[in-house]
């Protein structure tokens, strides 16, 4: 319609739409940087709570409560600030890019008044002309600040591009523990570490035997499991399962055969049979199987809902021994063949410890320790003990 009317127009309109275009590229730089900024500071913000949080206990004993109120204050002011900076790149943004489309309509009301001074328009073009600019310099707003927010937003993508990603299909299958997990002088260094954690350990765990893996505390002994589960990779020497290199089997094949369980196992805010089984399959017969096991029927009874009773937050419903349980028997309705237990008892009292160590020597399957509190009658019945001593001795 406006090439219709006169060239001029048309040009007018298209350069001023493409001059449009480039005012993001005087601001993103600026809102880049500001957005950024509220990433670091919303980060900053959920660690410094998370830490005072897990250390209300200590806070408190200290009566240092009021640590925990001004660090959480001092971090969301910081986050306020930066939040506040980038409301102002970006507002001036919107500002200057309004002040862009005002500046354009002027542009094409002046060519047009020109044109009709001209005898070259109509008056009418006037009111026309004004509504067809304004349609497209409303649309090409909309485009640049659509590029100006995609352009801004892409320091919070590029953070997930730099996370390091691994194919845990690549590698090759495992079948289940049949002879041993075999350790060939293994060895591992931390990054910038000045002494290795672990030196030439060399032991062989049978399949379907107990052992216990002791040392004082620092020695590498938790070091060691995360190697055997595959978190970690040696430095030195090489760890087999059946034979077949530890380093060649895919990750996800690896872990469909070792379960881990730790000092304190994690149960999620969810009902007592989805922390059972996370999306693994099973019957009922299957379940109630298990429970009977591991020593967990009778208190699943005493529940109001059985099994569909919801775990609180932090499991504060359960004792710790009753964790330790759910956390063995969700590892038995995954069917692995090999559980780690990482200092599983440390944190029970003695009768529950005695219970666990009662059950775990029970299990059909291969089954690991790492403990600090080894008592004379658990060690006879063990078909092993791997006592960690340093590297350097």
Not at 90 to 109: I, K
Not at 269 to 286: H, K, V
Request: proline share 4%; aromatic share 6%.
């Amino acid at each position: 319609m406006l090439l219709h009317y006169n060239w001029s127009l048309t040009v007018l309109v298209f350069a001023l739409s493409l001059l449009m275009l480039l005012v993001p590229r005087f601001f993103t730089k600026k809102m880049n940087a500001a957005n950024a900024a509220v990433s670091t500071a919303n980060g900053r913000l959920t660690t410094v709570a998370t830490d005072l949080l897990n250390g209300f206990g200590q806070l408190l004993m200290l009566n240092q409560t009021p640590r925990l109120t001004a660090g959480v204050q001092r971090a969301g002011k910081r986050r306020a600030e930066k939040r506040v900076a980038y409301a102002k790149a970006s507002n001036l943004f919107y500002s200057v890019n309004q002040g862009a489309v005002s500046a354009c309509m002027l542009a094409v009301l002046g060519l047009t008044g020109y044109l009709y001074l001209q005898g070259k328009v109509p008056l009418g073009v006037f009111s026309t002309s004004e509504s067809l600019a304004g349609a497209i310099f409303s649309s090409v707003m909309g485009l640049t600040e659509n590029l100006a927010e995609r352009q801004t937003v892409q320091p919070l993508l590029d953070k997930y591009q730099d996370v390091p990603t691994t194919d845990d299909t690549a590698g090759q299958p495992v079948a289940p523990l049949h002879q041993a997990l075999t350790l060939n002088r293994v060895g591992f260094r931390y990054p910038d570490a000045n002494q290795p954690t672990l030196a030439a350990v060399s032991y062989v765990f049978r399949a379907g035997g107990h052992y216990a893996i002791t040392g004082p505390s620092g020695i590498g002994k938790s070091t060691l499991l995360k190697l055997i589960d595959g978190s970690l990779t040696p430095t030195a020497g090489r760890i087999a399962f059946d034979g077949q290199e530890l380093m060649t089997i895919a990750p996800r094949s690896l872990h469909e055969q070792i379960a881990v369980v730790d000092q304190q196992p994690l149960l999620f805010n969810t009902t007592l049979r989805d922390n059972l089984l996370l999306g693994q399959q099973a019957t009922a017969s299957q379940i109630t199987a298990v429970l009977d096991q591991v020593g967990l029927t009778n208190f699943v009874a005493t529940l109001p809902e059985g099994l569909d009773t919801k775990v609180d937050f932090a499991s504060t419903n359960l004792s710790g021994g009753q964790k330790q349980r759910v956390a063995i028997a969700r590892a038995l309705l995954a069917n692995r063949s090999v559980l780690l237990l990482d200092e599983a008892t440390a944190s029970l009292d003695p009768t529950s410890a005695v219970a666990i160590d009662e059950l775990t020597l029970s299990l059909p399957l291969t089954v690991i320790s790492v403990t600090h509190h080894l008592t004379a009658a658990t060690a006879k019945r063990l078909d092993g003990i791997l006592t960690l001593d340093s590297p350097s001795a």
